[in-house]
């Protein structure tokens, strides 16, 4: 089974602080996103990569950036955290274009 | 801008119903929908998924319709069960773009009552 674990299950941060979540996938895959979820928008694409070191704006990511130095670990950084940067984010991994992602269970970050 | 938008946000069913949950899609070029079943804690998990070259794909008490010339299409989960209660996510993609990302709906969060 394809495990997508994401670090922390809850975290809070207050304004200005720079904020880490990292995920890591356990099985080689290559493809690796970031989303948020909010009520009522679903989920939004922030940041992916298809390749270690090579990473793609998704169609929300300012704000953050991310970093992938190795193919099984995928992070996505807050810069400067805001109040409206509080969300559940998702991170998930997979194998080529046409297969399934595999999520994590989600961070869900507050920004005080 | 919301590319795959999403109908209804809560549902409530009793057990044995029907349910329906709808989405529509603006790009044409989108060639790959996806729905996706989120429980509580959870991250979403694919749970059947359809290719416009077909306008039907059914798998168990799931079968997604697809409407092209409507750009539409839509989950229905026959004989619903309280454990099916969950939030649902539609989604679409291209082909060709890389690394497969997908464009969600808002979701629908559905209850189904004993």
């Known amino acids: 089974d394809v495990k997508v674990t994401q670090s922390s299950r809850y975290l809070v941060k207050r304004t200005g602080e720079k904020v880490f979540l990292e995920c890591v996938q356990d099985m080689d895959h290559e493809n690796m996103f970031w989303y948020r979820q909010d009520p009522g928008l679903g989920l939004r694409l922030i940041y992916f990569?298809?390749?270690?070191?090579?990473?793609e704006k998704g169609d929300i990511p300012e704000g953050y950036s991310v970093s992938r130095e190795k193919k099984e670990r995928f992070s996505l950084i807050l810069e400067s955290a805001s109040t409206n940067q509080t969300s559940m984010y998702l991170c998930a991994s997979s194998l080529t274009v046409e297969s399934p992602l595999h999520f994590g269970n989600g961070t869900r970050l507050t920004v005080t | 801008q919301q590319q795959v938008k999403q109908s209804p946000q809560s549902l409530i069913v009793q057990k044995g119903g029907i349910s329906i949950i709808n989405c529509a899609y603006e790009n044409t070029a989108f060639d790959y929908f996806p729905w996706y079943q989120q429980f509580p804690g959870k991250g979403p998990a694919l749970l059947i998924a359809?290719?416009?070259?077909?306008s039907e794909k059914k798998e168990g008490r799931f079968t997604i319709s697809f409407n092209k010339s409507a750009k539409q299409f839509s989950l229905h989960i026959m004989d619903s069960q309280p454990g099916d209660s969950a939030t649902y996510f539609c989604?679409?993609?291209?082909?060709?773009?890389?690394?497969?990302?997908?464009?969600f709906g808002q979701g629908t969060e559905l209850s189904v009552k004993p």
């Open positions: 990569s298809y390749d270690v070191k090579m990473k």
């Open positions: 989604a679409a993609s291209t082909r060709d773009n890389q690394g497969g990302k997908l464009i």
């Open positions: 359809i290719r416009p070259d077909v």
